[in-house]
């Protein structure tokens, strides 16, 4: 499975990114969704996620700015960033979880990050 992720820019404080992550197949066999972002200098932490029921989950820097969703035709899922602060500038990661019951272990895959830039 492959992810592609895209949307990332810069953008002014305030304004709004959506990022986008295309999966090459299915996205029903995954059990989540989600995107990370790594600020420079600072490690790889969760976003947003969004499980296969459709629960979802967010950082809490980002509640209420952020907005994650799947469309499950297009096997992609989304990001709409609102409120952009300087502080949400990092790479920005797709991910998705597939749990394996013949091992009982999460796999994980990635998209290649896309650069989203926020100035002051």
């Known amino acids: 499975v492959q992810l592609q992720a895209s949307g990332g820019g810069l953008v002014q404080a305030g304004g709004s990114l959506r990022l986008s992550c295309a999966a090459s197949?299915?996205?029903?066999?995954?059990?989540?969704l989600g995107w990370y972002r790594q600020p420079p200098g600072k490690q790889r932490d969760v976003v947003a996620t969004?499980?296969?029921?459709?629960?979802?989950d967010y950082q809490d820097s980002v509640k209420g700015r952020f907005t994650i969703s799947r469309d499950n035709v297009k096997n992609t899922v989304y990001l709409q960033m609102n409120g952009l602060e300087p502080e949400d500038t990092a790479v920005y990661y797709c991910n998705a979880k597939r749990f394996d019951g013949r091992d009982s272990t999460f796999y994980d895959y990635w998209g290649q990050g896309t650069q989203v830039t926020v100035s002051s």
């Open positions: 197949g299915s996205i029903f066999s995954f059990n989540a």
């Open positions: 969004i499980t296969s029921s459709g629960r979802v």
